[in-house]
């Protein structure tokens, strides 16, 4: 059974795709809210973590069979 390998990004790509600020980004890897790969230098993020991220920004909204 083949198992997929999940694509990391780097910090800049993953500010860029979510709309948040670099800056804020580091600050969620440094809290930990943001799981993380880290080579040297290099830190990357598992796309997952984008998809993870923005779900949770998403606003559940209730639909009321009445008003529609």
Do not use: Q
Request: charged share 35%; net charge positive.
């Amino acid at each position: 059974m083949k198992t997929a390998i999940e694509r990391h990004i780097r910090v800049e790509e993953f500010a860029n795709r979510s709309g948040y600020a670099i800056p804020t980004i580091r600050k969620k890897i440094a809290r930990r809210e943001i799981a993380y790969r880290k080579v040297g230098r290099i830190i990357t993020i598992p796309e997952s973590e984008l998809a993870r991220l923005l779900g949770e920004l998403r606003e559940v909204i209730a639909l009321d069979e009445k008003s529609a």
